[in-house]
Each structure stands twice: as structure tokens, then as C-alpha cells.
């Protein structure tokens, strides 16, 4: 039965059709932690005793470090399961995913270096291995999405970019853990740990609050934009043909 559902799903028309209702399920909750979030970020959490209010960049940075690599990993999930099923959908999701995890890596560098100024003395540090990693992690995203748009042919692209999916997703556990192998400026883990968060509530909670709100909003995006990649790779299907005539009767 699950088996059935998972094929079903897979398929273009039918996620297509389900797609379009379970967007709101994420769009709205997303919308409701991200204002919580930002509201107890800013005015409800008390400054940290060493940081002050500059600390407050966490509820930007953190999530954003988190979906970057949380992005990667869906798509070398899907990478593998379009190389080795060859589902259709699966390279769809790859593909549809790797501008967001683009966007979500950029934006977790940009606020690091702003957090990095008052804290380290330096907008970036060349020695940190999270830094440098996390730098890596972006440019595996430019080279994926490289490399998709200079093969013409889908299937072939597909494959291409899928193997280098895969074999980039090793950078991943890399970064996760860089603070624990290497001598790093980040600090160690705060939020997963043994003896509970070592994060007081009042800041834990609207921290909390942002990731969930990010992950969902993640997912509201990427179903928006795999929506779009299954039109245009079925887009000499009748179903297409179909839903595009229907979409213009009704304007």
C-alpha cells in the first residue's frame, strides 16, 4: 500500500493535482512561526551576556545555515533514487531544489560575516573549517546548476548532475561536524547535545520557531518551483496541454 502511494505520487499528473493543496499546509504554518520567530527574536529574548543584541542574527543565520545543507541532502536523496529507479520526479526534485539551497547557502555566509565582524574582528576567517566548507557547499550548488544548463539534452543533464549531486553530499557531514573535528571559531553544538539545549528558553524558543518556519517555508517553495519543472519537462504531454488550455478558459 505505502509502495503504491510512493509510485503514485511519482507520478507527474497526480502530484501535480496534489501538489496544489498541500502548498497552503506549509505556506501558512510557515507564516505564523516566521512572524512568532521574529517577534520574540527581537523583542522578547533578552541579550546575550557576552554578545549583547548582536546575537539576535541567530534567528537568520542558524536557519539558513540548517536548510543549506538540509536542501543538499534532499537533493542527493533524490539524485539517488532518480539514478537508481529512474523516477522522472526524482530528478525534477533535484533540480528544483538546488536554487534554493543556492539561496539558503549564500544567505547563512552573508549573515555568518556580518556576525563574524563584531565577534572575530574580521568579516571572514580563510582558517575556519565551517566557514570554508560552508563556502565549498555553494559553489557544489553553482556547479550543479552549471552543469545542468550546459547539456541540452534532459535525460543526459539529468544523469550528469545527479552523479555530481552524490558525490558533493560527502560535504555535508563535513560541515555539520567541522566544530567538533577541527579548532574552529563557531562554537560547539548548542541546540542538539548531551544535557539538553545550552541556550536559555526565552532565546530558544523563537530560535526554534524560525528553523521549523524555514524548513517549511522550503517546502511551500520547492513544491512551487517543482510544479514549474514538471510543466516544462512534460510540457508535449497531453495532460499539460490540458491544464494549460483549462488555465485560459478561466481568465
Excluded at 497526480?14 to 521574529?38: C, E, K, M, N, Q
Aim: charged content about 15%.
Amino acid at each position: 500500500m505505502m509502495w503504491y502511494w510512493f509510485h503514485k505520487l511519482a507520478s507527474p499528473p497526480h502530484f501535480y493535482d496534489v501538489s496544489a493543496r498541500i502548498i497552503p499546509w506549509f505556506t501558512v504554518p510557515s507564516i505564523i512561526l516566521l512572524t512568532y520567530g521574529t517577534y520574540a527574536g527581537l523583542f522578547v529574548a533578552p541579550p546575550d551576556y557576552q554578545q549583547g543584541d548582536a546575537f539576535r542574527i541567530i534567528y537568520v543565520h542558524v536557519p539558513s545555515a540548517y536548510l543549506s545543507m538540509m536542501a543538499y541532502m534532499v537533493m542527493a536523496v533524490s539524485a539517488g533514487i532518480g539514478l537508481i529507479w529512474r523516477m522522472k520526479l526524482a530528478h525534477a526534485v533535484t533540480a528544483a531544489a538546488a536554487p534554493l539551497g543556492a539561496w539558503f547557502t549564500f544567505l547563512a555566509l552573508c549573515t555568518g560575516s556580518i556576525w563574524g565582524r563584531p565577534m572575530w574582528g574580521t568579516w571572514w576567517e580563510w582558517g575556519d573549517p565551517r566557514l570554508t566548507s560552508e563556502l565549498i557547499l555553494l559553489f557544489l550548488y553553482f556547479g550543479y546548476m552549471a552543469l545542468r544548463a550546459s547539456i541540452d539534452d534532459t535525460a543526459k543533464a539529468d544523469k550528469a548532475s545527479a552523479v555530481l549531486a552524490l558525490v558533493g553530499a560527502v560535504n555535508v557531514p563535513i560541515i555539520h561536524f567541522s566544530v567538533e573535528w577541527w579548532s574552529s571559531l563557531h562554537q560547539g553544538p548548542t541546540l542538539v547535545r548531551e544535557g539538553g539545549p545550552a541556550i536559555e528558553t526565552t532565546m530558544l524558543y523563537p530560535l526554534l520557531a524560525m528553523i521549523f518556519g524555514f524548513m517549511l517555508l522550503f517546502g511551500a517553495l520547492i513544491l512551487v518551483r517543482l510544479r514549474t519543472e514538471v510543466v516544462f519537462r512534460e510540457r508535449r504531454k497531453r495532460w499539460v496541454r490540458d491544464i494549460l488550455l483549462s488555465e485560459e478558459g478561466q481568465r
